[in-house]
């Protein structure tokens, strides 16, 4: 069986679990995507990243994984006490944009950017708007079963019924009293028995546009319904993984567990894994303080807090420099020391696949052991909760091995199998497993590289816009300065 080491940190449990698939070499792992209402954000990087390396190692390991990652269109409303516009129609009025033009949009937006990040796409997106059935047959299951009750065409998950014979608040460790205080509905003006309970079916009032007819009203789903129900849907009444960040962990994935077992199924998910969240300069972001930043700001510098326009691929190294379940903050200082630790590691990979391995005068062991223990580390770091620092620090061992060889030759050297197996763990873990792309040359340093990155970064958006004319044009002004090369790894440009 592949990868039966492997150990991942269960949010339910509160431990590190060794993994254990229900239908191996099958793996069924959902991820909460996006609610699509506008450009992709340093926010939306997080999850996708740290899922992504999720999503990667367990192919590289062999498991064969269905990934659902859903997008969600409607029902996310403004407030989580089920109060507000819905963010998508507010957007699209904002905008003067039909609700699903505007989806549509910021989709593509969201697929773009998390393509230059080099996320990889998910074996199924499913959107919440194109299941209203699996979810209305799924809310008449929870009704059936007496968790849920009607209150003018609306449909709500009754908590405090749905307490008397089961544990909720189990994942987040928060228990309904919290949420009292916190909600700040106003009394008498509610329609729910009690502030703890959640929507499963809104009513539509008259100028709300997103609506679908159902046995209850004219409406539209709660928010925490799609995920319960696009999961059963796709990956069965229980499966193997499921993630998201931690500020979904209460209510939505709270509810999302409580809805599964109130239609009448089973605790839906072995492994609820979440990644922490992230700061910019010590500070949460939000539009509120101006510190909001849109990848696409991210990648052009167009932002008054950035100092300059920073890579797709620094942005990823970056993040996978920390553990996901730690907190990351964004600086100007960490995202340039990022950029020239990556551009190190890069110039190590590059030289490492021109290399040619050479008979040795003789057999260094100290070196065929230090080549061969990179290999177990790697495994041992990854299968260790997916503990990325932990590859990155073995790289960075590794890169003296790799400047020695094309420095001093091969002359006190290794083996050729013993060469060959790290290359093609190294090559391994750095683009299969991290999925790092290669966006400079080894040649080139200081400015002229910025330029040059700067350029070829052009390029590569422009062929996920689709634009080839202008890609092409991007590329012959960079004819003119080097050769450029599009390998597997990423485009890789050398200096005349
Ligand atoms: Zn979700």
């Known amino acids: 069986?592949?990868?039966?080491?492997?150990?991942?940190?269960?949010?339910?449990?509160?431990?590190?679990?060794?993994?254990?698939?229900?239908?191996?070499?099958?793996?069924?792992?959902?991820v909460c995507g996006p609610t699509v209402y506008g450009d992709a954000h340093l926010g939306h990087a997080r999850p996708a990243i740290t899922f992504d390396i999720v999503y990667r190692y367990l192919l590289?390991?062999?498991?064969?994984?269905?990934?659902?990652?859903?997008?969600?269109?409607?029902?996310?409303?403004?407030?989580d006490a089920d109060e507000g516009e819905d963010k998508v129609e507010k957007k699209a009025r904002l905008e003067k944009l039909e609700p699903m033009?505007?989806?549509?949009?910021?989709?593509?937006?969201?697929?773009?950017?998390?393509?230059?990040?080099?996320?990889?796409?998910?074996?199924?997106?499913?959107?919440a708007s194109g299941h209203i059935i699996e979810q209305i047959e799924m809310i008449?299951?929870?009704?059936?079963?007496?968790?849920?009750?009607?209150?003018?065409?609306?449909?709500?998950?009754?908590?405090?019924?749905?307490?008397?014979?089961?544990?909720?608040?189990?994942?987040?460790?928060?228990?309904?009293?919290?949420?009292?205080?916190?909600?700040?509905?106003?009394?008498?003006?509610?329609?729910?028995?009690?502030?703890?309970?959640?929507?499963?079916?809104k009513k539509a009032s008259?100028?709300?546009?997103?609506?679908?007819?159902s046995p209850w009203s004219d409406g539209f789903p709660g928010w925490h319904i799609e995920c319960s129900a696009m999961s059963r849907r796709y990956l069965g009444e229980v499966f193997d993984i499921h993630g998201g960040g931690m500020d979904l962990l209460f209510p939505h994935h709270e509810c999302e567990i409580a809805q599964s077992v109130g239609s009448g199924g089973k605790e839906p998910v072995r492994y609820w894994m979440h990644n922490n969240m992230l700061t910019i300069n010590g500070q949460k972001m939000g539009k509120s303080l101006n510190n909001f930043i849109t990848l696409d700001a991210l990648f052009t510098g167009a932002h008054p807090l950035l100092e300059k326009a920073y890579s797709p691929m620094t942005i990823r190294f970056y993040m996978l420099q920390g553990h996901y379940r730690n907190p990351i903050d964004f600086s100007n200082s960490a995202l340039q020391d990022a950029e020239k630790a990556l551009?190190?590691?890069?110039?190590?990979?590059?030289?490492?696949?021109?290399?040619?391995?050479?008979?040795?005068?003789?057999?260094?062991?100290e070196i065929e052991m230090k080549l061969e223990n990179f290999g177990k580390e790697c495994q041992a770091a990854m299968d260790d909760d997916f503990?990325?620092?932990?590859?990155?620090?073995?790289?960075?061992?590794v890169i003296g091995v790799v400047n020695d060889f094309k420095n001093k030759g091969f002359k006190q050297g290794v083996g050729q199998e013993a060469f060959e197996n790290f290359r093609k763990t190294f090559t391994g873990y750095y683009s299969e497993v991290l999925g790092l792309k290669t966006e400079i040359s080894a040649g080139a340093g200081g400015q002229f590289n910025e330029l040059i990155t700067a350029i070829v970064q052009a390029r590569e958006k422009a062929k996920l816009e689709k634009d080839f004319k202008l890609a092409d044009?991007?590329?012959?002004?960079l004819l003119q300065f080097g050769e450029l090369k599009d390998t597997p790894q990423g485009p890789v440009f050398k200096q005349k």
């Open 387 to 397: 503990n990325t620092p932990r590859v990155i620090a073995a790289m960075f061992n």
């Open 473 to 477: 044009a991007v590329r012959n002004v």
């Open 206 to 213: 008259p100028e709300h546009i997103m609506r679908w007819p």
């Open 60 to 79: 590289y390991l062999g498991y064969k994984v269905r990934y659902v990652r859903n997008i969600t269109d409607v029902g996310h409303l403004e407030n």
């Open 343 to 365: 551009a190190k590691l890069s110039s190590a990979f590059l030289l490492l696949q021109e290399l040619k391995w050479e008979k040795p005068d003789g057999i260094v062991n």
């Open 101 to 127: 033009e505007l989806v549509h949009k910021y989709a593509e937006s969201y697929h773009r950017n998390m393509a230059m990040l080099n996320v990889k796409s998910p074996s199924i997106e499913p959107f």
């Open 1 to 30: 069986m592949p990868g039966n080491k492997l150990n991942i940190y269960n949010t339910l449990t509160r431990k590190k679990e060794n993994f254990a698939p229900l239908h191996p070499p099958f793996v069924g792992m959902y």
């Open 140 to 201: 008449k299951k929870i009704l059936e079963h007496g968790y849920a009750y009607l209150s003018n065409g609306s449909v709500y998950f009754d908590i405090d019924k749905y307490k008397k014979s089961h544990t909720y608040g189990q994942l987040s460790g928060r228990n309904t009293e919290d949420v009292l205080t916190q909600t700040r509905e106003l009394e008498g003006q509610s329609e729910k028995k009690s502030p703890n309970d959640f929507a499963l079916w």
